[in-house]
């Protein structure tokens, strides 16, 4: 049954991006494929058989919910919650054998407490405020923040298994600055808590600085962006999502007339204007009104007035030969043309994930297979 709308993700340039990344990365790291938020709007579930295939080790999520799907699609590998998580999910999210971020002594007692009511011990990444986020993390620069550090390293149903940090900037220099700082703090951890270096895995690579920083890849790298191909200035990893519909009417309109709310447009001309089902309920946002494209019969068409909850309108004058029933897509390719991603970040004034984690429920994810 078809939707108003529907994402349409292409296996085929996941499995490719996602084998880009371990080539980049080789052997000398491992690969954590970051799935958090839907899978940046995806569909998590249709992404995780082919990670599984392709033998990545670790998955990162955000929520409970996104861990069960994960496990449900059958991997068995490690999970690492890429963010902090309430005591409640904490415990909720115990059945999936979760490895959580401690970032300050209070948090770690609390989970501390937590697992030890279950007699289990919490496997853990210490993260460390070297890469400047000020988000989550223990801040090294004073001897007091150190001690507690110190401390939550040393609770009994805790387990270090990882270090890490995060930085705010895609700019080389600096994330160099902040892993020059994350190398030096990570060493002074593990040696004053005495830990076993090659028990630890130090990681801070996101999809940027994976590409560019090879020095940062350490034993792991983080990367959730570019395999969606969220990342314009890589075009060697192409977006995997198509975002479409299909043409529900073609009205005419004498010039003079306003479309839509608030009267933004005024028709210049006798128009032929193409409703399309698809408003900001399913993600397309309300920045895109007079400013946003849509592709139809291989065609770029303006949309024209505001982008209302549930309909936009595409300008379609020059082409009288559209009907309804017609495919629209409003974000992908379509013959051979295409709206990229650096366009619609344009014309959104956002970045690309910020766009497609939009995308709602009544927006269909379909699979198209590597082989199609």
């Known amino acids: 049954m078809e939707n108003n709308a529907w994402v349409e993700v292409d296996l085929g340039k996941f499995e490719a991006n996602v084998r880009g990344i371990q080539t980049r990365i080789g052997d000398r790291a491992e690969m954590c494929a970051v799935m958090k938020a839907d899978a940046c709007g995806h569909g998590i579930a249709l992404l995780v058989p082919t990670l599984v ?14 861990a ?3 496990r449900q699609a059958g991997f068995t590998g490690r999970l690492l919650r890429v963010r902090a998580a309430t005591l409640a999910e904490i415990e ?10 401690v970032g300050n002594l209070d948090y770690a007692r609390h989970i501390d407490a937590l697992v030890h009511r279950y007699r289990r011990v919490a496997r853990v990444h210490l993260e460390l405020n070297s890469g400047g986020m000020s988000r989550n993390g223990f801040d090294l620069d004073s001897q007091p923040e150190r001690g507690k550090c110190l401390a939550a ?57 994976t590409l560019e920083v090879r020095a940062a890849h350490l034993d792991m790298v983080r990367t959730g962006a570019i395999l969606f191909g969220c990342l314009p200035a890589y075009p060697d990893f192409q977006p995997i999502a198509s975002l479409k519909s299909r043409v529900a009417s073609v009205n005419a309109y004498a010039a003079g007339n306003t479309v839509a709310y608030d009267r933004t447009l005024c028709l210049s001309r006798d128009s032929r204007l193409a409703n399309i089902p698809v408003g900001y309920a399913d993600g397309y946002r ?32 020059e082409s009288p030969d559209i009907l309804p029933g017609d495919e629209v897509v409003l974000f992908g390719t379509q013959g051979g043309s295409r709206i990229d991603v650096a366009s619609i970040e344009a014309a959104a ?24």
């Open 153 to 209: 390293a040393a609770l009994p149903h805790l387990r270090v298994v990882g270090i890490m940090t995060h930085f705010p900037v895609q700019e080389v220099s600096d994330v160099e600055r902040g892993l020059a700082r994350f190398r030096d703090e990570s060493a002074w951890l593990i040696a004053s808590a005495s830990m076993v270096r090659s028990q630890i895995q130090l990681h801070c690579a996101n999809s940027f600085t």
């Open 53 to 66: 295939a392709l033998g990545v080790s670790s998955i990162g999520i955000a929520s409970n919910d996104e």
């Open 286 to 317: 309300r920045a895109l009104s007079n400013r946003g494209q849509a592709l139809i019969r291989g065609r770029v068409y303006p949309v024209v007035g505001r982008v209302t909850m549930n309909t936009l309108m595409v300008d379609v004058t």
């Open 349 to 372: 004034g956002t970045i690309y994930p910020d766009l497609c984690v939009g995308w709602g429920n009544s927006v269909t994810r379909v699979a198209v297979p590597a082989n199609h």
């Open 92 to 101: 909720d999210g115990l059945p999936y054998g979760l490895e959580e971020i």
């Open 68 to 70: 069960r799907q994960v």
